[in-house]
Structures are given as C-alpha cells and as structure tokens.
C-alpha cells in the first residue's frame, strides 16, 4: 500500500515536539553568557514561559535573547542531537502578581519541580531563597535545524500546530522496541533501500507518521524514514501501521488457520 502525501511532519510539528521534549534548553541574553534552563515551555499566545536561575535575571525588561532547544535522540548514538530550534525575541521579567496564575497554568500542561522554586510574591522573606526568576520572551523568529538543513517557521503556523501525540512516550517506545524486540527492528531495517542497510543501523524517532533510523557508517551518518501507510494517532493505529511496515500479513491481529 503506498503511503499518502503527507508521509511526515510539518516543520512547525517538528518544533512543536521538539519544544515538548527537549532535553536542554539555553538561554543567551545580550551581553551575557548563555544560561541553562530548567524550565521552558511554550504559551498560548506565542511567547515562551521560561525559569532563569537569579543571579543571571536581566536588570532591565526587553533585552534580546536567544533561545536554543537542543533534541536528543532516544538511544544512543554516536551523534546523539536530532535537532536544534532557535527562537530569537526579547524576553520580559514577568510582574510578581501575575507569577502566580502563570506557574498555575504550566503546571497544569507541564509539571516540573523548577516551578516549585520560582521566585513568587509569597516566597519573598518567607525564608527559603528561590532559586529562579520567571521571564515571558516574545518570539521573533524560530528556526529549526537537522539532518535535513534549516527552515524557518512562522509563529501563527507554529500555534497552529500540536506536538506529536506519541512524542512524550517516544523514548520509551524506541528502547523497547530496541531492547525487548529487536526482531520487529530487523524486519523493518530489511525494508530500508539495500545501501542503507550497510552500517550500524538504530531507530531514530517514531512519529504519527513513520519511524526514522540513523545509519552509521564509516563515510559519515545518514538518516531515513520508514513512512506508514497512514497518519496514527493512538497506540492500536502505531501497532497496526508497524505490523504494516513489517509487511505482516495479518494487520487486523488475525491469526493463520492450523
């Protein structure tokens, strides 16, 4: 069965999903170092709710940042970055009073310990020193890059977009698909084009629309993807899509008479 048109993502679903699990996120403001981040995440109008430790709190609201999400591949790898995102903007201090209603809402999407150390109005002289300033950054452009070069996004595409419904379970998906059925990963790595097969082959990323795998090799690294023959949105249409991609016979789970 071939698969449909849209075989893969929108650049601003990539983002979208990448802003979600990111495992590292740094914080450039002007004339500072850039700064680790504990906490990013992103609002419904388009800007980014982001803990800064204290000490490195801008003095003056409007300063330019950049902001740089770094996204890891799942297992590991011998270049273990899938994608860098770039969001440039200016970032504001957030007033105390509305610190609170925000910390509520990103817990409410996002649960992180960070948020618990925020600097709030009740936790000024209450003994315990917060660890982090709250700023809100406008976004002025977001760009993201990987295997495949860089693309801009617009922000109004980017709100539109939602991250991928697998994209919070995804690396726990690939290591078991790695570790407890590696038979499942070798039917599918017999899929790929007979000259990507040579190397160290390991699952890449798994989205609505595909898995991806990196091939390793001695002349460098190369990426593919394996599309389904449909979008999935739940974990029967991934185990479906999957048996499909193996070229099982039996994609409804029926069983061979004996």
């Not at 979600?20 to 996120?25: I, L, P, S």
């Not at 950049?66 to 200016?90: F, H, N």
């Not at 950054?137 to 595409?157: F, H, K, L, N």
Request: net charge neutral; charged share 20%; with cysteine.
């Amino acid at each position: 069965m071939p698969p449909l048109p849209h075989s893969a993502p929108t650049t601003a679903e990539r983002i979208r999903s990448a802003c979600a699990r990111a495992g590292g996120a740094l914080l450039a403001i002007e004339r500072e170092d850039p700064v680790a981040l504990p906490l990013h995440h992103l609002l419904d109008d388009g800007s980014f709710a982001l803990a800064l430790p204290v000490q490195h709190s801008p003095g003056t609201s409007g300063s330019q940042a950049l902001l740089e999400l770094t996204d890891y591949a799942p297992l590991p790898l011998r270049e273990p970055v899938r994608s860098l995102v770039w969001v440039r903007g200016r970032v504001h201090e957030v007033p105390a009073g509305a610190v609170p209603p925000l910390l509520d809402h990103i817990a409410s999407r996002c649960p992180n310990p960070a948020l618990l150390q925020v600097q709030t109005p009740q936790s000024v002289g209450s003994g315990g020193e917060p660890r982090y300033a709250l700023l809100r950054m406008d976004i002025a452009s977001v760009v993201v890059t990987d295997a495949t070069g860089a693309e801009p996004v617009d922000v109004a595409d980017l709100l539109a977009a939602r991250p991928d419904p697998f994209c919070e379970i995804e690396s726990t998906l690939l290591w078991h698909l790695d570790t407890a059925h590696n038979d499942i990963v070798t039917r599918l790595v017999s899929r790929l084009p007979p000259q990507l097969r040579r190397g160290q082959v390991r699952p890449l990323g798994i989205d609505r629309y595909g898995m991806r795998f990196r091939v390793e090799r001695h002349d460098g690294d190369h990426d593919v993807r394996l599309p389904f023959h449909k979008p999935v949105s739940d974990m029967a249409g991934l185990r479906q899509a999957i048996r499909v991609l193996m070229g099982c016979p039996f994609i409804n789970g029926l069983r061979a008479r004996r």
